[in-house]
């Protein structure tokens, strides 16, 4: 059913529904979300969500879906849903500029609910990047629009995970993010690296008063001495050791050699011990590879930094498998709860 915002935000936005911008339309995203959503839990009268998109295209990408999916599926009939209807009919897995625009409104007014207070938190469903530069909008990404939005210099992206045994939480935020891999070296500095310590612990410490974190080198062998490459030798170390000093309650740990950073994560995730606590990558795929070859389908993109919490799940749009009814939405499962959890 679609339904009318009222103007009075509720006196506790903690008790609020969650707002779901529901992405691309070429893509997955109602697919995930009406899996992810068929559960029992999110029946439940104080968990209804509250979804952003188009309503006709929503029923009839339910209707697509009911004939090829062996997963259950939640009817939007008995979803609440903020109706902004497309401007142009769009084909599952056929991108363009029409489904960036869409996916582009959705996500603003989405983030509009959260901020003025009718939402708690935020969960947004895959955007193609390229989509939205083709509709006049060149973000690198929704964590970048958001910031934006928000007022804020920059966010920062968290992928967190339960692991499947025990009650470690895997946690990797980037240092860098949608950003070249040759302006890497110029973009990392102390202070960005010092900050995004801080955010890090800020995170872990909700779970452990004195964590554990690890960072990454920059270069093969964290430089090897300054051999292959001078980054850890002329100031990351360097910046490590001065953090540590102002963090006495944290084991601090790097810069780490990348090729074997993440050897205690996969252990951990195996149910071999415990891992640390927090991993600080200094760029996108140094963090990335590690945490979807173990966790792709646990795996949720939760943006700090913001003023509200933003979960979103690790994937992208799927354009390749759009409507056939095969997506796998346990990241986006993971993202609600994580919203609901740390919301």
């Not at 801080?198 to 452990?208: E, K, M, P, S, V």
Request: hydrophobic share 40%; proline share 8%; net charge negative.
């Amino acid at each position: 059913m679609a339904t009318a915002i009222d103007s009075q935000a509720p006196s506790n936005p903690r008790s609020g529904p969650l707002a779901i911008a529901l992405g691309d339309p070429a893509g997955i995203g109602a697919e995930v979300t009406l899996k992810a959503l068929a559960s029992a839990h999110w029946s439940q009268p104080d968990q209804q969500p509250l979804l952003v998109g188009c309503r006709r295209w929503l029923e009839q990408s339910y209707q697509q879906l009911r004939s090829c999916s062996d997963s259950p599926l939640r009817d939007p009939a008995t979803l609440e849903i903020v109706d902004l209807p497309l401007d142009e009919p769009i084909s599952p897995g056929v991108s363009g500029p029409g489904g960036g625009a869409a996916s582009f409104a959705w996500l603003t007014r989405a983030w509009e609910l959260v901020q003025n207070g009718h939402c708690r938190a935020l969960v947004t469903a895959p955007i193609a990047k390229t989509c939205w530069h083709a509709a006049g909008h060149h973000y690198p990404g929704q964590t970048e629009r958001l910031a934006e939005l928000a007022g804020v210099d920059q966010a920062a992206m968290l992928f967190t995970a339960h692991a499947p045994q025990g009650n470690w939480r895997f946690n990797t935020l980037l240092a860098t993010t949608h950003i070249p891999l040759e302006a890497v070296p110029t973009a990392l500095n102390g202070a960005l690296i010092s900050s995004r310590l801080d955010t890090l612990l800020a995170f872990c410490g909700r779970f452990n008063s004195t964590p554990h974190l690890v960072v990454a080198g920059l270069n093969p062998h964290a430089g090897e001495g300054g051999r292959l490459g001078s980054q850890e030798q002329d100031w990351l170390a360097g910046c490590l050791r001065q953090w540590q000093q102002q963090h006495p309650q944290v084991r601090l740990d790097g810069p780490v050699p990348p090729d074997t950073c993440w050897l205690g994560a996969a252990a951990a995730w195996q149910g071999q011990g415990r891992g640390p606590d927090g991993y600080l990558a200094l760029y996108h795929d140094q963090g990335l590879i590690p945490v979807k070859l173990l966790a792709f389908d646990a795996a949720v993109n939760t943006t700090l930094g913001l003023p509200f919490l933003r979960t979103s799940p690790d994937h992208g749009t799927g354009f390749d498998i759009a409507g056939q009814g095969v997506a796998r939405a346990a990241s986006m499962a993971a993202a609600l709860e994580t919203a609901l959890e740390l919301g």
